[in-house]
């Protein structure tokens, strides 16, 4: 401000540069202030929301595992109950059959659930072509292969396991599960036994292939049967297009195999190679089966099943399943055909091993019947495996560990 001779007071114009600059000083000390106080307090809820999260995700595992551990502990007074009362010879009304046999060292049984139902469920949605691929598909003579299977899904075995696992040819094929449960057991033969030089000689066949198989062996056959002699002779060594166990991408058949090894090479695998009798007695653990025992086959301490499965032949193939029917098949000495029949006469199974529950399996009806399922899971389960079993069926194993 300034005072001329005439005593007029004139005002000095600010510098609009420098309050701009001001303004822009005092808005970026804001912006500065304002973002320091929105990151200590996003921190402060980031903080918070971990750590109420982290509280949420251990009561709910605490719950968890003493749910199962209280489901234990009810199924294996029940069991106790059980076996007390048989021993008695006076069984309740509603006792309950169960049946053990020692595998490893350790005590496996089977504990028939009667009508109980499963506990602390949701429901899962799925599809009739997944089903299909679930490892239980039961195909043979009497019951074919259906017309909606598809082979969507496969992998080529050689190329899958970049060839660390020897096949007959590129061809060979399975479904993902079989795929994984034959490289687990595979890995375990060398690491546990040292055995090596697995060689996987056929899996996937398709119907065209089986067609092909059976044409050419009733061919051979024709100089010696005509019409249906012929076709019932030929079923004898080549299963009917439409009934072979290749068909369902599940099973594999096995062999022995070095390079240069002629020793080696030239072994039966059943009676002579270490491989094979391994491979036979150790399955179980890693969901596999032993497909086709048969007289003296693989051993003679096996019973024949050939009167249930329709092969009589020597065939070393080896079926996926999945590891809580495997291990049911194993305690209850059953081929797959005797598992699912047991299946519809107890259709709710727990198996427990040294009396802790490992796996809880239960067969639904009515699989024939829609192409979409609704299906039950125990919430402590802490995996599934849903299967069509081709007979009506959807068989759904819950594993506890």
């Not at 600010?14 to 202030?33: G, M």
């Not at 299906?375 to 389960?381: K, M, S």
Request: with cysteine; aromatic share 10%; glycine share 6%.
């Amino acid at each position: 401000m300034r005072t001329d001779s005439n005593k007029k007071v004139h005002k000095i114009k600010k510098d609009p540069y420098k309050q701009l600059q001001r303004l822009a000083i005092v808005l970026a000390i804001v912006l500065v202030v304002g973002g320091a106080l929105f990151y200590f307090c996003a921190a402060a809820i980031t903080r918070d929301y971990v750590k109420t999260r982290d509280r949420i995700e251990m009561e709910n595992t605490e719950g968890a595992i003493a749910f199962e551990a209280q489901m234990n502990e009810l199924r294996a007074k029940n069991a106790a109950a059980s076996r007390e009362e048989m021993l008695s010879g006076n069984p309740g009304s509603d006792s309950l059959s169960s049946w053990e046999k020692e595998l490893d060292g350790k005590v496996w049984r089977v504990q028939d659930e009667g009508s109980a139902g499963l506990d602390n469920t949701s429901t899962i949605t799925m599809e009739r072509y997944q089903l299909m691929n679930g490892g239980l598909m039961l195909v043979n003579a009497w019951h074919s292969l259906p017309s909606d299977f598809s082979e969507e899904g496969m992998v080529a075995v050689g190329t899958t396991g970049d060839y660390k696992v020897q096949v007959h040819s590129g061809s060979v094929k399975l479904f993902q599960p079989a795929f994984d449960a034959l490289v687990e057991a595979l890995k375990a033969a060398k690491e546990e036994a040292g055995l090596d030089y697995y060689i996987v000689m056929e899996g996937y066949r398709s119907v065209e292939e089986q067609q092909e198989l059976f044409n050419e062996k009733m061919n051979k056959l024709s100089s010696r049967y005509s019409n249906e002699r012929l076709i019932a002779e030929t079923k004898k060594e080549v299963n009917y297009p439409g009934t072979s166990d290749y068909h369902t991408g599940m099973s594999f058949r096995m062999d022995v195999y070095q390079s240069g090894n002629k020793d080696l090479n030239n072994q039966k695998f059943q009676a002579e190679s270490a491989q094979g009798a391994w491979l036979t007695e150790n399955c179980w653990r890693y969901g596999i089966a032993f497909r086709f025992p048969a007289k003296d086959f693989p051993n003679s301490s096996w019973e024949d099943k050939s009167y249930k499965t329709g092969v009589s032949s020597n065939l070393n193939l080896y079926r996926y399943v999945g590891k809580a029917h495997s291990a049911t098949m194993k305690v209850m000495g059953f081929c797959l055909e005797e598992y699912i029949e047991f299946l519809m006469d107890h259709p709710h199974i727990c198996v427990y091993e040294d009396d802790a529950l490992v796996y809880e399996i239960v067969r639904i009806k009515g699989a024939d019947e829609k192409t979409s399922f609704q299906l039950p899971v125990p919430n402590p389960a802490v995996s599934y495996q849903a299967s069509f079993d081709n007979m009506d069926g959807i068989v759904m194993a819950y594993s506890y560990r």
